[in-house]
C-alpha cells in the first residue's frame, strides 16, 4: 500500500536554531516528491518539488533531500524564524492511480524565542 | 491575481441538511481539486477536474458531487450533510494533473461542522 510516513509528530526548537523533519514513503513506482509548508487556519503552499534525479532543491534557508534507492526524503531549515512555525506536509506522487498525491500526516514545528 | 478563493470560510448544517462549497481560481488553470483534511491525517482527495466539462472521483467522493461548467470554478455539493463530514475542505489548482509536477496552489479553506 503506498503510504508516506513522516517524523517527528511535532517539534519544538529555539529561534535561531536549525531542524531536520523526516520523511519515509513506500510508494512506487515514484513519479515525484513535495514539501509543503501548512500555516495555522491557512491552505498548503509549495516549499519544493522534487523528480526521481534529483537529490537536493533548496528554496531560501529550507533545503531538501531526497534518496529514491532507500524512499526517504528530508526537509532541513537554517536559522529557525518565528515564522517557521507551520505544520510541514511531505507529498509522494505514484505514477500508476493516475498520479494522485499521496499525503503524509506532516510534523507540526513550533519555533520558541 | 487572487489566486484560489473559497467561500464561505465557515460553515455550520444540520444533519441531512445539502449546501454547496464555491472554488473559484484566476489563473487560468485546467487542474481543479477538493480535498479534506481531518485531524491527524495527510489531506484526501474527494473530486478532481482536468477541464472544463470532465471531472471524476478521488479517494473519499461519497456524499459528495461536482461540476465544471468553467475553468474558473470548480463548487463541491454536500447532498445531505452527515457528521463524518466535519472537516476542513480544501480546493486547488495546478497547470496540470499530478502527472507532472507542477506546483499545486490551494485555497484558504472551508472549516464545516456537522451537527
Known amino acids: 500500500k503506498n503510504q508516506v510516513e513522516q517524523s517527528p509528530q511535532s517539534l519544538i526548537i529555539l529561534e535561531g536554531k536549525n531542524c531536520t523533519l523526516q520523511?519515509?514513503?513506500?510508494?512506487?513506482?515514484?513519479?515525484?516528491l513535495r514539501w509543503y509548508k501548512q500555516d495555522t487556519g491557512r491552505g498548503p503552499v509549495s516549499l519544493t518539488i522534487?523528480?526521481?534525479s534529483e537529490n537536493t532543491k533548496s528554496n531560501g534557508r529550507y533545503t531538501a533531500t531526497l534518496d529514491a534507492d532507500t524512499k526517504q526524503s528530508s526537509l532541513h531549515i537554517t536559522a529557525s524564524q518565528l515564522s517557521d512555525s507551520a505544520s510541514y506536509i511531505c507529498?509522494?506522487?505514484?505514477?500508476?492511480?493516475?498520479?494522485?498525491?499521496?499525503w503524509g500526516a506532516g510534523t507540526k514545528l513550533i519555533i520558541k524565542p | 491575481n487572487a489566486g484560489v478563493t473559497q467561500t464561505p470560510k465557515f460553515q455550520v448544517l444540520k444533519t441531512g441538511q445539502s449546501m454547496t462549497l464555491q472554488c473559484a481560481q484566476d489563473?487560468?488553470?485546467?487542474?481543479m481539486s477538493w480535498y479534506r483534511q481531518d485531524p491527524g491525517m495527510g489531506l484526501r482527495l474527494i473530486h478532481y477536474s482536468v477541464g472544463a466539462g470532465i471531472t471524476d472521483q478521488g479517494e473519499v467522493p461519497n456524499g459528495y458531487n461536482v461540476s465544471r461548467s468553467t475553468t474558473e470554478d470548480f463548487p463541491l455539493r454536500l447532498l445531505s450533510a452527515a457528521p463524518s463530514q466535519t472537516s476542513v475542505y480544501f480546493c486547488a489548482s495546478s497547470y496540470e494533473s499530478e502527472r507532472f509536477p507542477y506546483e499545486q496552489y490551494f485555497g484558504p479553506g472551508t472549516r464545516l461542522t456537522v451537527t
Open positions: 507529498v509522494v506522487s505514484a505514477r500508476d492511480s493516475n498520479y494522485q498525491l499521496i
Open positions: 522534487m523528480t526521481f
Open positions: 520523511c519515509n514513503y513506500t510508494v512506487s513506482p515514484f513519479s515525484n
Open positions: 489563473m487560468n488553470h485546467e487542474y
